[in-house]
């Protein structure tokens, strides 16, 4: 039995905003994580979030970072905090598990990489649904040729009308309010785009290059805001292309209809999901027929394929039903190799790679050209997930 089995690993958050609801509600999946408390720039809302669920608050940051039990910081602060707040961790002698975008330019990405590298320190970014059952059965397919060689992906992350909808009602178990103008200034690009990107390059390497196109359609999301407003690009497009030749087209938006699917066509079929947001959902595979010479190729009913486990995760973030995920699985992938002394799933390096992606498309006012510089070690599925 791994020596190891019945250690606890102890993370303190950094934030005690909106988010921070959908990690408290599934921390309980990983009981080797252990909360030593929470901070908050806000004493108010640490206080609340600190009431609502009997942990221990940290008066200040430099408190927390002298607490010799917490091993993980895990950043939720507002982006625009994310580089400063993991700098000042990581110079602790902290490992660093950081919300999304782990920084707002590449610059100081590479600088926190750079630094975690120094110090012989863990460094990962959210989002973890590479590790969820749905995107590892999907990989499963395709390293067992599913659809034969893969050539071309159709990936949607459209969020619906967001600026219409009653936006200032929604808040978090916890009670804090949902931060619709940080929301809106950091935008659906930088917010989004990492969930598919960082199924892709797992997948097929890394990218070359992004043709991208951007747009801010809607400036007045807020009540007096307009054309001078700040707020980023509400839609993009663009299409990435993977040194391995598969050449992928990703939309973001907040303007179309919530549409959440991903298509990976190949040679011999297509492979598709319908929602990135659920770790259980279904993946679907449809296998290319030709019927005689004269008749042209079509396309069987989907099929779902058995997922690689049943995603029974027990606790769940149950007040929105938008987000079955669990959002603390990347944690406590992070927690198991910092106790083995192993990299985990999500590399720093391969989260420094998908933020220059991201940064490339969401930085498109018009049209852009990108030649990307960042790699990446290939990176290892779940053994839950592997091929015999």
Known sequence: MDDLASETTGIAFIGCGYVADFYMATLPNHP?????????????RSERFSAHYGVRTYATLDELLADDTVTIAVNLTNPRSHYEISRRCLEAGK?????????????????LV?????????????????????????????????????????????DGAVHQMNHRAWASASGAPWPSEDEFRVGPTLEHAGYYLTWL??????????????RLIQPDKLPGTGPSSGFATDFTCACIRFHCGVVARLTCSTIA????????????????VSECWDYGAQVDLRKRVTMTAASPQYLT?????????????????????????????????MADAVRHGTSPRLTARHA??????????????????????????????LAWAAIS
């Not at 490992?95 to 600088?111: C, G, I, M, N």
Request: charge should be negative; proline fraction near 7%; charged fraction near 25%.
């Open 32 to 44: 080797h994580l252990s909360l030593r408390g929470v901070h908050d720039c806000d004493s108010d």
């Open 95 to 111: 490992h660093v598990y950081s919300e999304k975008p782990f920084a707002e330019d590449l610059r100081q990405a590479t600088e």
């Open 114 to 158: 750079e630094l975690a590298e120094r110090r012989n320190l863990t460094l990962s970014s959210a989002p973890c649904s590479l590790l969820s059952e749905t995107a590892q059965t999907l990989w499963q397919a395709l390293r067992q040729d599913a659809i034969g060689q893969p050539r071309l992906v159709y990936a949607e992350l459209d």
């Open 201 to 214: 390059t797992a997948f097929f390497g890394p990218a070359s290059e992004v043709m991208s196109y951007g």
């Open 257 to 272: 209809p919530h549409d959440h699917s991903l298509q990976i066509v190949g040679d011999d079929g297509v492979l598709s």
């Open 301 to 333: 009913e989907p099929r779902p394929l058995p997922l690689a486990r049943p995603a029974d995760y027990p606790f769940r973030y149950e007040r929105y039903n938008g987000h079955d995920m669990d959002f603390a699985r990347g944690i406590a992938d």
């Open 352 to 381: 420094l790679h998908v933020l220059e992606i991201i940064l490339a498309i969401a930085s498109s006012d018009g049209a852009a050209h990108t030649v990307l510089r960042t790699k990446f070690d290939e990176l290892e599925p």
